[in-house]
T-cell receptor, first 113, second 113 residues
Framework: AQSVTQLGSHVSVSEGALVLLRCNYSSSVPPYLFWYVQYPNQGLQLLLK??????LVKGINGFEAEFKKSETSFHLTKPSAHMSDAAEYFC???????????FGTGTSLTVIP | DAGITQSPRHKVTETGTPVTLRCHQTENHRYMYWYRQDPGHGLRLIHYSYGVKDTDKGEVSDGYSVSRSKTEDFLLTLESATSSQTSVYFCATREHGVNNEQFFGPGTRLTVL
């Protein structure tokens, strides 16, 4: 079975500081991993995805994530937080043997001016 | 962005009444999904469809049914709404292919009194 754990339901950073949102997955087969962002009262938008081509994945808005198989992690980072980054972030996993996505419980990012 | 619309966007109903939510897509994606989003739970899969008339249950399917008679439409029905079904409901679609991401609709906020 597949599952995703996001450590920290709330993260606060100062504007200009490093953003680090943690995601660990559990999968018995090679996973495909995704980060989504949700702004208030909106649906989810794809930030980036890992599909086994490269372990360091760059996404939109300056975000990137690194797939580390040995740590079963796919943490999301951004070097310098911007006020517009305040949102809810979700990590998700899917596998080639199924049609479902499995989402973490989300991390709410607050950016302090 | 994939063209995904949900209707209605907001609905207030009473306990015991049937409710149908509609998801419409213009992208001809094979897969369609219904999720509910609740604080502390992230997104939980209710039902999904892998083709016209082909559906399967997710982790929180009790009290919900779905139908897909056309590629573009996926209906979610609450047979007899309960207060525990008060939530925000999201539809998502995905193209066929193991590493393809899901695209999300704008959501429907349902309140059951």
């Amino acid at each position: 079975a597949q599952s995703v754990t996001q450590l920290g339901s709330h993260v606060s950073v100062s504007e200009g500081a490093l953003v680090l949102l943690r995601c660990n997955y559990s999968s018995s087969v090679p996973p495909y991993l995704f980060w989504y962002v949700q702004y208030p009262n909106q649906g989810l938008q794809l930030l980036l995805k890992y599909t086994s081509a490269a372990t360091l994945v760059k996404g939109i808005n300056g975000f990137e994530a690194e797939f580390k198989k040995s740590e079963t992690s796919f943490h999301l980072t951004k070097p310098s937080a911007h006020m517009s980054d305040a949102a809810e972030y979700f990590c998700a996993v899917s596998v080639s043997t199924g049609n479902q996505f499995y989402f973490g419980t989300g991390t709410s990012l607050t950016v302090i001016p | 962005d994939a063209g995904i619309t949900q209707s209605p966007r907001h609905k207030v109903t009473e306990t015991g009444t049937p409710v149908t939510l509609r998801c419409h897509q213009t992208e001809n994606h094979r897969y369609m999904y219904w999720y509910r989003q609740d604080p502390g739970h992230g997104l939980r899969l209710i039902h999904y469809s892998y083709g016209v008339k082909d559906t399967d249950k997710g982790e929180v399917s009790d009290g919900y049914s779905v139908s897909r008679s056309k590629t573009e439409d996926f209906l979610l029905t609450l047979e007899s709404a309960t207060s525990s079904q008060t939530s925000v409901y999201f539809c998502a679609t995905r193209e066929h292919g193991v590493n393809n991401e899901q695209f999300f609709g704008p959501g429907t906020r349902l309140t059951v009194l």
